[in-house]
């Protein structure tokens, strides 16, 4: 097991990276300290590529981790052991624990209890081309979140360019030994600024940059390739050169906000096409500051999410439909789970029951309403459809209910399962015959 070894200082915000330097070159990290910068950038892009508040970078130093660089991370002056590193650490793949008081059982992390509360993690190790353990990316959350396709391969990518940094760095504490000091800024800085193009152009999202007056100072290919031109034909342009005023007074208002508050905006932005087709882009820009902490400009990042809205109508749609049917079909509607308990039924049965709604029938069994004569074998029914996934067509029952009275309903039972397939209760209507 790793001993977690921890920067104490206050949350890490850009005007912390100096102290960060600091803290990392007192601590006896030279190897990786020209390579600070780099790894604040890799934790602000692994925070705004997944919705996450808190990203952190932990090293292996000496047989310990260290944390080296972080976004929103709030320290305690205490020392506490991250066994959710240690774990990724000991993976070859990234884990993702999307709530933390129920997937971390008995071994639950310090970070999902009070002050921190996080309820989601993921971390992606960072492992040498040897394959060898370097550290640990991880990101974390006060909410509950999930991680698309899209974003695990950006946060995987982040992770390896992580190693990246740090082989860089060795090398570069190798050359410092061996150069003058001109050498060796020329070398830093050349090197931070491949890293940034290399890692910005590997990212699948549109990737912008803007100094205070919008004039653009960087454009990756994805973006390029998105409004038509080259990198040559946006750099120093402002959104009034590439887009309609009304998009271009827009986009300048949203940078002026980011820049005066400090925060970051985003937001899912509807566009209409010339052939009036929607569609809809994920945007999320946030401050650049300086080393000293001024704002110097703003970083835009979107992606396309045209895909996502229009499932997401669509199960709104269903849902509707879904209700409607079950608030207005004459028949006896309901879904079960495993223990033929009701989770969902229609309006005409929940009358039927004598409830006042159909979500009072939620819990409750047949066992609550019929007598055991009915009850019993409509039981031993559903438990057959679980075991064989064998459905049950126009079976003749007779309903005995609780308070004696008799009726009768011709039933049709099936499986009800989940988008995997699995069997997770059963589905049945019943007619009053």
């Known amino acids: 097991m790793f001993s977690i070894q921890r920067i104490e200082k206050e949350s890490m915000k850009p005007e912390d990276s100096q102290d960060s330097y600091q803290a990392a070159k ?22 705004t590529v997944s919705g996450c508040k808190t990203a952190m970078i932990h090293l292996i130093n000496d047989g310990k981790l260290e ?36 997937e971390l059982d008995g071994e639950r992390s310090c970070l999902s209890k009070a002050p921190w509360n996080f309820k989601f993690m993921a971390g992606f190790p960072i492992r040498s081309k040897r394959n060898a353990p370097l550290g640990v990316l991880s990101i974390m959350d006060k909410s509950q979140h999930s991680l698309t396709v899209e974003q695990m391969e950006s946060l995987d990518i982040l992770s390896k360019h992580a190693a990246g940094t740090i082989f860089m760095g060795t090398a570069t504490s190798e050359l410092h030994k061996l150069s003058d000091a001109h050498q060796k800024i020329k070398k830093a800085y050349d090197d931070s600024e491949a890293f940034y193009h290399n890692l910005v152009e590997s990212l699948p999202q549109h990737i912008i940059r803007k100094d205070t007056k ?9 973006f390029c390739k998105a409004i038509g031109k080259t990198s040559q034909e946006i750099l120093g342009k402002t959104d009034f050169d590439l887009f309609p005023t009304h998009l271009a007074a827009k986009y300048q208002e949203d940078d002026r906000v980011v820049m005066e508050s400090l925060q970051k905006i985003e937001i899912t932005e509807e566009n209409v096409g010339l052939n009036e087709t929607k569609s809809y882009v994920h945007v999320i820009k946030t401050p650049i500051f300086d080393p000293s902490g001024k704002v110097v400009g703003t970083q835009g990042i979107f992606w396309d999410v045209t895909d996502k809205k229009k499932t997401e109508y669509e199960l709104t749609l269903e849902r509707r439909l879904l209700r409607s049917l079950l608030e207005t079909i004459p028949d006896h509607v309901y879904f079960k789970d495993e223990k033929s308990q009701f989770i969902r039924c229609s309006r005409e049965l929940s009358d039927r029951l004598g409830l006042k709604d159909p979500s009072a029938a939620e819990g409750k069994t047949d066992f609550h309403f019929f007598s055991e004569e009915h009850a019993k074998p409509a039981f031993q029914d559903d438990m057959e459809i679980i075991r064989t996934g064998q459905p049950i067509i126009n079976k003749i029952e007779k309903e005995t209910w609780r308070n004696g009275e008799v009726g009768w309903v011709l039933t ?5 399962k989940d988008e995997d397939g699995n069997i997770i209760g059963t589905f049945g209507v019943s007619k009053d015959i």
Not at 26 to 47: C, F, M, N, W, Y
Not at 73 to 86: K, T, V
Not at 412 to 416: D, E, G, L, R, V
């Open 412 to 416: 049709s039972k099936m499986p009800y």
């Open 67 to 102: 944390i080296y660089a972080g976004r929103n991370w709030e320290p305690s002056s205490q020392h506490h052991e991250l066994p959710f590193c240690e774990k990724v650490l000991a993976s070859e793949q990234a884990i993702v624990i999307k709530d933390t008081s129920v």
């Open 214 to 222: 919008g004039e653009f100072t960087f454009a990756n290919q994805n």
């Open 26 to 47: 007192q601590s006896g990290r030279d190897q990786v300290v020209s390579g600070i910068d780099e790894l604040h950038q890799i934790a602000q892009l692994a925070s």
